[in-house]
């Protein structure tokens, strides 16, 4: 099998002929584009890891954690070089008023900050509200060909949304957004419709031709517990995601959820959503599931990607890096992708290089053997 057949057929619960690897910020579409990654310990990674590792490529589907606004009323204003990293400003122009927002990358920290949120009160949150709605411009079926990459072994077709609450939430600071849902619940409910309305609208275009592998979901660790009760989740999260998954699997798209954090409590609702693929499953301390015990719960429904914390790349040595790394294995290989839980944050020096060869080495032995 080739590597986008194995990682689908995973997804699908079909048999494959080893465990599918990924590895987050070690991809390339091409073996030619591998020079471009200026890290070079990175870069030593991802040539050993190209031939098992599939690429995720597509066309932009818009889709932001402002209320989805239209592209064309988001203007990036100015960029400013600190001593601690690069800080962009950016402006959403609405009927009610100009809103600004700032993110920044800091300084040896592959990542991205929210400092200044463009809703910071109710009357932003009404301004950005005002802002008409139209489909993106530049949006567009998401279609192979065109696609600068086009090596089908390799590559696998990939759209990204946010789950609609996040696009609600992600416009303004994480207390005020909990604070509306105790005081107003209704309105965030309205909002979050609103959201669903517009990713529906805008997945109605992208999947037009049914060329998508796989349709990307992230955000819904916003409200599982203990980030909110269980309550919000049903309200916020399960329904909108369910009927995204199930638009995307009318085109023939498998369905991703990204889901940092506290997975135990919901994974039932995220299997029964009919997604095909939860990642990442993070164990005590980062999460609070093992890998092993999703597996068991999961009972083959829904693949499972993980085990492999970044902390511990990053942080470990090498016998507790090996453990983690044997550990995903446990509990069987059938819909499992071997994974780490994030991609590096920082430049990697040689404690990363060796701890991501020796989970490249447990991969090599185990994989084959499990599937």
């Known amino acids: ?41 990175r870069r030593e990674i991802a040539e050993r890891a190209f031939d098992h590792v599939p690429a995720f490529i597509g066309r932009d589907t818009f889709v932001n954690r402002h209320l989805v606004t239209p592209p064309r009323f988001i203007r990036k204003v100015r960029e400013e070089d600190r001593s601690d990293g690069v800080y962009t400003t950016t402006e959403i122009t609405t009927p009610k008023g100009t809103l600004t927002y700032v993110d920044a990358v800091k300084t040896g920290v592959l990542t991205n900050w929210n400092v200044k949120y463009p809703v910071n009160s109710r009357e932003d949150l009404d301004a950005l509200c005002s802002i008409p709605w139209e489909l993106p411009h530049g949006l567009g079926p998401a279609r192979r060909v065109g696609i600068e990459w086009e090596t089908v072994a390799h590559n696998v077709h990939q759209i990204h949304v946010s789950t609609p609450m996040v696009c609600v939430a992600g416009a303004m600071p994480f207390q005020m ?41 992230g955000g819904s660790e916003w409200l599982t517990p203990p980030m909110a009760s269980p309550k919000l989740y049903d309200l916020l999260v399960f329904p909108q995601e369910t009927r995204i998954i199930e638009r995307a699997h009318r085109s023939g798209a498998v369905v991703q959820v990204h889901c940092h954090g506290n997975v135990a409590g919901v994974l039932d609702r995220i299997i029964e959503s009919g997604a095909n693929f939860l990642e990442p499953m993070e164990p005590p301390p980062d999460g609070d599931i093992t890998f092993a015990d999703a597996k068991r719960r999961a009972a083959g429904r829904i693949a499972l990607g993980g085990n492999v914390e970044a902390r511990v790349l990053e942080h470990g040595d090498t016998p507790e890096v ?33 701890n991501y060869h020796t989970m490249l080495d447990v991969w090599e032995e185990l994989s084959p053997e499990v599937a």
Request: proline share 5%; with cysteine.
């Open 1 to 41: 099998m080739n590597v986008r057949e194995r990682y689908l057929a995973a997804l699908r619960g079909e048999p494959v002929d080893r465990v599918p690897l990924r590895l987050e910020g070690f991809t390339a579409p091409a073996r030619s584009e591998l020079a471009k990654i200026d890290d070079p310990v």
């Open 177 to 217: 957004f909990l604070e509306l849902c105790a005081s107003d619940l209704p309105l965030v409910e309205e909002l979050t419709a609103l959201c669903e309305e517009r990713i529906m609208r805008i997945l109605d275009v992208a999947l037009e031709g049914d060329e998508v592998d796989q349709v990307w979901i």
């Open 322 to 354: 090996e453990r983690a790394s044997r550990a995903a294995f446990e509990g069987g290989g059938h819909r499992m992708v071997f994974k780490t839980t994030a991609g590096p944050i920082m430049r990697m020096d040689e404690r990363a290089r060796k």
